[in-house]
């Protein structure tokens, strides 16, 4: 590829601050579409508010240490969606032993990856494996949107006619938009999306956004096995995640020593979501899509994000900044992230053709079974919930956790013989 900057090469400064500028339009709405979570956490607004300037300092302090000293590529960093699966099917548990949950599982990314013992595990995850976690993610995350979208009582013809007529429109905007016009489609979504909202439900209010008092910056640890060992099951979904986006950019940038970046980047993943974990807030993981942004911009430098980082943290200073960007009505965040799970169903069946994941019956039951157990899990009454033992409830009431447990034994027990490659 031939760029205006490669890798390691430093921009001029205003040069340096439009690329960062760009990145920064990217990774605002990518925390926004995961900050939701603090409303099903939290009752008052200040505490939701406390909560997103949490996670936009985790992200951009994230970004700035990779950067530099971590992977040392130009990668977005963003909250953990199926971090964010973990958090739903535990909600009725409490944010400590959320939270604490998601440190240990920090802890132990950290671990694997220090250790060497990533290159061991590699060899279970094959490409089946893959496919069906990442569609894992975006099936049992319906729920979250269904709720999301008609959160508000009062608009629910409205709700359902902005589900329809919003999505779609994002994926015409998609199709149509060119460079960096297409890596703002989500922006554009939020802004939009939340000025119809308003234009006919009517202007939230924001008092008490920025009271006093709204929380405590760190959690008190709290330990619960079973929400813990449901979390580690996702943190496998994350590592993978993690490799496979230092990978993939390594290989477009052409960037050198992939291992040891990967070493690194997991590495300092697995710290930053102890961070994140200590501090009450969604774990970090870098996404894919650094390369269309890469591609539509011309610059694979890695030093915009720098500053793009210290941007995150800024906005993460101001509570009445974040109040405002937190104020994007439900049913409009709702509709986003439908988008973009439909993106990431989108992405597994891509991924299933080219790889010929599928290319037997087998192989398509493998597929298909673990993700119609996750729905069912994901859709079970509160009473059946209820009904499970307060020890397995984590586990066997989440979908995500379910559907991994059966792909891998349906992969490397059942149909071991086929299996895999």
């Known amino acids: 590829m031939d760029f205006k900057y490669s ?18 339009l990217i990774a605002v709405p990518v925390v926004l579409t995961s900050a939701f979570v603090a409303r099903l956490q939290y009752d008052t607004l200040a505490e939701q508010t406390l909560y997103t300037q949490k996670l936009f300092a985790v992200m951009g302090l994230t970004m700035i240490v990779q950067s530099l000293w971590g992977h040392r590529l130009p990668l977005v960093a963003g909250p953990a969606a199926v971090l964010l699966v973990g958090v739903m099917a535990s909600i009725s548990s409490s944010p ?23 290159k061991k595990l590699q ?66 979504a939020l802004v939009v999306g939340s000025a119809a909202y308003f234009a006919f439900a009517g202007l939230p209010s924001l008092e008490g956004a920025t009271a006093a008092g709204a929380g405590r910056l760190f959690i008190t640890p709290k330990f619960d ?53 200590a501090l009450g807030v969604l774990g970090p993981v870098d996404y894919t899509l650094s390369p269309g942004v890469i591609a539509a911009t011309g610059c694979a430098s890695r030093y915009p994000l720098v500053l ?13 900044l974040v109040a405002v960007l937190s104020a994007i009505p439900s049913p409009v965040m709702g509709v986003v992230l439908l988008y973009l799970m439909a993106a990431q169903v989108a992405a597994a069946f891509q991924m299933s053709g080219t790889m010929l994941a599928a290319k037997d019956f087998n192989g398509a039951l493998t597929i298909g079974l673990p993700i119609m157990l996750a729905l069912v899990v994901a859709f079970l009454p509160a009473e059946v919930s209820a009904a499970l033992p307060a020890v397995l409830r984590p586990i066997v009431g989440n979908g995500f956790v379910m559907g991994v447990i059966v792909v891998l034994v349906m992969e490397h027990v059942i149909f071991r013989k086929r299996g895999g490659k």
């Open 7 to 24: 890798l390691n090469d430093r921009p001029r400064a205003a040069a340096m601050v439009m690329y960062a500028v760009q990145w920064l």
């Open 308 to 320: 793009t980082g210290v941007g995150l943290v800024i906005c993460a200073l101001f509570p009445q």
């Open 96 to 118: 400590e032993v959320i939270y604490t949950s998601i440190a240990v599982g920090g802890a132990l990314v950290a671990l694997l990856a220090t250790t060497g013992w990533i």
């Open 225 to 277: 096995v079973g929400v813990i060992v449901a979390f580690l099951i996702c943190y496998i979904a994350l590592l993978i995640n993690e490799l496979g986006s230092v990978q993939s950019v390594s290989a477009y940038v052409e960037a050198d020593n992939v291992p040891k970046r990967s070493t690194r980047g997991v590495a300092l993943t697995g710290v930053m979501n102890v961070v994140a974990g």
């Open 123 to 188: 060899p279970l995850f094959t490409p089946r494996i893959s496919i069906v976690m990442m569609a894992l993610i975006a099936f049992t995350i319906v729920p979250v949107f269904l709720r999301l979208i008609f959160a508000d009582a009062e608009h629910y013809g409205l709700s359902f006619v902005m589900a329809l007529v919003l999505s779609i429109a994002m994926v015409v905007a998609n199709n149509r938009l060119r460079g960096m016009w297409k890596s703002a489609v989500v922006l554009i």
